[in-house]
């Protein structure tokens, strides 16, 4: 079997390991950042859309996406866990491991993906009330959720084609794509919902048809028979040696994930408590929080994928400094935009509400609190990236669970018991979680920078 890396992926190697760490970490991570920036606009407007529809459409796909966001966890957390260990046997040279492993991990996508639509398609109102979904949510929504597990399907593949792109540092192809695919969400979606007065449903068909786009263009890309990258049949491996270093970053990363987003719709279901349109306000609470931590999230990314290849080609110490750079960026990030959806938090939550000003009054008493989260957050992704480039993944688990389960779902149940604050409480407990956060990575930053220092720059 050959496989052999194209005179790009020679370049790109070259570079990772031997130029300057901030050229490296501003080259993989800054279009990251930028197609994460704007699939949060998109995303924003598309809630905006809803909101044309009715403010209960709003809240039924508010409730839904943390559902779909549970279930893509699989997913994702194998796209993360997977991909690390691609660039690391890029980093060190191992090209034909490469190949084995971009081609197995697709397979695993295929099967997760199977048993996935199998399990759920057929049975959706159960599953639906057993996530405890208001019966008006799974009224209007429970079709839009069955054409969003096909879609889901299709975004495992896509997720694993990102991060192999990621890995060769093709992140310019990454946000050309998904630039592509966002527009073509966005234009069908406006189509369905102004000029044909679509419900939901006709949304989840934009967000199938759009990823579509994204999946047609991995099977062209990855189409390169004797590339490394390439997907071949005859490179899948079930072999417990190529899968198992494989499963076991991917699986605390998918346990994680989905734990997180489950947790979220813990957090939706507890609110309810104040009324439908609560959930619906933190969604779009959520959704504004985003336009910080997403640009972070995508610095998250990029510094995860150099900081793995570097330590395949061992250089521990230039994956320590891509991490100290990511870190800097994260909190300038996360002060200036927090600053920015403030002054203008107003403007942003009455574009939501569809002319309702008490729901935006409840947007914006919500957001308020969560942006205190804005460099917290960026800390606690920045860390996140370099436990992942490292392989700690079973760090990462505890850290996200400790978010969701420790931080947020205890904290809003004292709101709801022993306070009257009312619907205060869903912002109150975002803020209280994501300041939370970011102090619990800075304890795990400083206990794991002197275990990468003894375990490997001793050495050097």
Known sequence: MKAELSKKDEKFLA???????????LRVSLPLALYQSLNQLFKILDSMMAAHISPSAVSAVAYLSQINLTLSALGGGLA????????QAYGAGQFELV????????AMCAVLGAALLLVLAPNAAGFLRLMNTPEEGIKEGSTYFVIELFALVVTFFNNVYIAIERARGNSGRILRLNMAVILMKLGLTAWFVYGLSGGITLISMATLISQGLLFLAAVINLNQKDNAFGFSLKAISMKWNIMAPMLRLSFPVMVEKMAFSLGK?????????YGELTVGALGISNNIGGITTTPQNGFQEGASAVISQNLGGGKPKRALQ???????????LGAVLMTFSLLFVGPITRMFAGGDLEFAEMIAGIY????LGAIPLGINSAVLGLLYGFGRTKITLVMNFCRVFVFRIPVLWALQTFTD???????IVMG?????????????????VKRIKRTYCATQ
């Open 322 to 332: 891509a991490f100290w750079w990511t870190l800097g960026i994260n909190i300038g």
């Open 368 to 371: 308020c609190y969560e942006a």
């Open 421 to 427: 604050l009312g619907s205060s409480s869903a912002g």
């Open 99 to 106: 190949k084995r492993r971009v081609s197995t991990l697709f």
């Open 265 to 273: 719709v813990v957090v939706n279901s507890m609110s309810t408590v």
């Open 432 to 448: 209280v979680s994501n300041v939370c956060s970011g102090l619990l990575a800075v304890l795990i930053l400083l206990i794991e």
């Open 15 to 25: 570079f990772s390991l031997g130029a300057p760490v901030w050229k490296v970490v």
């Open 80 to 87: 993360v866990g997977a991909s690390i260990k691609v660039s």
